[in-house]
C-alpha cells in the first residue's frame, strides 16, 4: 500500500517523462519541418508559398513527400509544445501537493508534545516535592 508521499512522487516522476517524450516530439517535429521544406526545394524549381506552406506544387512524388513531411512536422511541433505544457503543469501540482505533504510531516514532528499537567496533592492542594535520597 502506497503512502501519499510515494503516490505522489511516483506521478511527479510519471509527468516528469511524459513532459520529456513531448519535448522529443517536438524535437522529432522540427526535423520533419525542415526536411520536408528541404525535400519540397529540392524537388520544384519554382515554388510558391503562403507563409513557410508551399502551394502548387509539381506532380513530383518528392512534392508531396515534402509536403507531408512539412505539414507533419508543423503538427507533431504543436502537439509537442501543448502536451509539454500540461504534463509540466500536472508535474508542478504534484510537488507543490508533496511540499505540502513533507511540510505538514516536518512540522508534526518538530512541534513540541503538550505537556501533562502535575498532580496535585489532595490533602494540601500543593504540587508533591521530590525528597532527595
Do not use: C
Request: hydrophobic letters at 40%; zero cysteines; a positive charge.
Amino acid at each position: 500500500m502506497y503512502s501519499i508521499k510515494e503516490y505522489l512522487h511516483e506521478k511527479a516522476e510519471e509527468s516528469r517523462h511524459h513532459e520529456t517524450a513531448a519535448y522529443l516530439m517536438f524535437i522529432a517535429g522540427a526535423v520533419f519541418f525542415v526536411g520536408g521544406l528541404l525535400a519540397t526545394m529540392h524537388s520544384s524549381d519554382n515554388l510558391e508559398w503562403f507563409i513557410f506552406l508551399p502551394y502548387n506544387l509539381t506532380s513530383h512524388p518528392a512534392s508531396f513527400l515534402g509536403l507531408t513531411l512539412t505539414l507533419l512536422g508543423i503538427s507533431l511541433s504543436v502537439y509537442g509544445v501543448v502536451i509539454g505544457i500540461f504534463y509540466s503543469r500536472k508535474r508542478a501540482f504534484y510537488m507543490q501537493q508533496l511540499y505540502q505533504a513533507h511540510s505538514f510531516v516536518e512540522k508534526s514532528i518538530n512541534t513540541p508534545k503538550s505537556k501533562t499537567p502535575k498532580r496535585v496533592n489532595s490533602k494540601k492542594g500543593q504540587v508533591p516535592r521530590k525528597t532527595a535520597r
